[in-house]
């Protein structure tokens, strides 16, 4: 049997304050900022590259970067997960609409990135090895002008289903 539920407020008691819209207790003055959140979208391209140093032998390139310096390429399904930050738009709700977000990123890397050679391809790589780490950073620096006003506050790039580079612009 369902049994009633009885709540009481207390004048102390934490409410919304639909008024400044933020949470706040009864006894203090309304905080006027608007709460901020993270949003975060992924995307999804594939590219083929290979890991290596030109200033290196075959042998030492193999040795140090293993079957990533394949002289054929190899090629990866990524996930790239981009996370921004801002203030709740209060006409909106959003900190940047997730539809716009999706199509920044579509438009300044994926359509960069997406069924490309990274090395030959991309013109961001040609004097800078491929590693997720540089792939990562470079999203990061195409991507936060492109984003604003939301601050881009994260980028997760994943280059296999075990493995991922993390970056937040430091």
Request: hydrophobic share 40%.
């Amino acid at each position: 049997m369902l049994g009633k539920v009885h709540r009481a407020e207390s004048a102390e008691a934490p409410a919304w304050d639909t008024a400044a819209s933020t949470f706040s207790s009864r006894t203090e003055e309304p905080n006027l900022a608007m709460p901020r959140c993270v949003v975060t979208r992924r995307v999804h391209f594939n590219a083929a590259h290979r890991l290596s140093n030109p200033r290196w032998s075959e042998a030492e390139n193999a040795r140090v970067f293993g079957v990533c310096s394949n002289p054929n390429f190899h090629g990866h399904n990524y996930d790239l997960e981009v996370s921004v930050e801002g203030e709740i738009d209060p006409a909106t709700g959003y900190v940047l609409d997730i539809q716009r977000l999706k199509e920044i990123v579509t438009e300044c890397l994926v359509r960069h990135l997406d069924h490309k050679n990274l090395n030959l391809d991309v013109p961001w790589f040609r004097d800078l090895n491929p590693s997720a780490e540089n792939i990562a950073v470079v999203c990061w620096r195409v991507l936060e002008p492109a984003v604003k006003p939301a601050r881009l506050a994260h980028i997760r790039l994943w280059e296999t289903e075990r493995n991922y580079v993390d970056y937040d612009g430091a």
